[in-house]
């Protein structure tokens, strides 16, 4: 019995270790499931390259090449594409590349003027970006992404820009100067109840929805400095969520809606951080030569659940092996049972 009761406080030792192991995987496991898409130009200061990381700032990896600018980079709902500017023959124009690097194609035509600050909508069907061919300024276009069609969103005096869906596709948040300082708007994509969102002294620009549609992040410059920002997507319940005295922009929610990936120049350099979506747990991400700018999350990767995977194999190796142990030995300890054949 001894013995029995030794090794019952093994197996729950073991569970009890089982539990912690299960807590600390699963604090864990949220870095590696998405990646983050970026621009640095840590290989050459005026070649700016996509690269994208794990979201804990590891597995770095270079998806395109060639010596040109890239801008604005946005991960298509699918997780296959990432759109972004760059200059073609004669103009910038909208591009995009396989999420693992290969050939990039370009999406918006060659036209005069520039193509630029793409969107996916949220079932990858459209696509809203800025567009300054009609004139000196920029306006809003929806392209459908199967047939190539488009119209224009946005007619207004000053430029419109920064175009970004709502996750329900029932809103374009983006920025206009129509009035003079940038400030944030929001529209149905089909041009009707248009609506602004800040009115403040400074500049408002950036903006990226909370997945769960309640709140739009933002950088904005209302207190000299550029710190990020969240706001009700009515325009109320401001909150600032940086406080530092160097600049902080270009936010981008995590597809759950826990984290906020961001650029400060906090500790010198343009590096891209990211921060719980109360603005807590401040973590660098990059660390590099070069600028580092425009994060874009990819939605959840289909990456192995490691967090299962742990604990099936502790259940195998650990786990499994004891309670078989465990079960012979109360056979052994137990009387033995009479069959049919012997006497009772």
Known sequence: MRRLAKLTSVIFALSLSLVTLNLVIHQNDHPVSYWI??????????????????????????????????????????????????????????????????????????????????????????????????????????????????????????????????????????????????????????????????????????????????????????????????????????QQLTHEGTANTVPAWSPDGSYIAYVSEREGEIEIYRMRADGSQKTRLTNSRGDNVYPTWSPPSPTPNFHAAGLLLVNLLLLMPIRAAAAALRRRLAPPVPTPLEPH
Do not use: C
């Open 37 to 238: 898409g970026f621009l640095s130009s840590r290989t050459k200061r005026l070649d700016q390259q996509l690269y994208r990381m794990r979201a804990d700032g590891k597995i770095v990896e270079q998806l395109t090449v060639g010596p040109t600018r890239r801008m604005a980079p946005s991960w298509s709902p699918d997780g296959d594409w990432i759109a972004f500017t760059s200059m073609s023959t004669t103009s910038l124009q909208i591009f995009k590349v396989p999420a693992i690097g290969g050939d990039t194609e370009q999406i918006t035509p060659t036209l005069t003027g520039g193509n630029g600050s793409a969107s996916w909508s949220p079932d990858g069907k459209w696509m809203a970006y800025a567009s300054n061919r009609l004139g000196r300024t920029a306006e809003i276009f929806v392209m459908n992404l199967t047939d190539g069609t488009e119209y224009r969103l946005t007619d207004s005096f000053g430029s419109n820009r920064n175009p970004v869906w709502s996750p329900d596709g029932q809103w374009i948040a983006f920025v206009s100067e129509r009035h003079g300082a940038p400030e944030i708007y929001r529209i149905r994509p089909d041009g009707t109840d248009e609506q602004r969102l800040t009115n403040s002294r400074g500049f408002n620009y950036y903006p990226t929805w909370s997945p769960d549609g309640q709140w739009i992040a933002f950088a904005s410059n209302r207190g000299r400095v550029y710190q990020i920002y969240k706001m009700r997507v009515d325009g109320s319940e401001v």
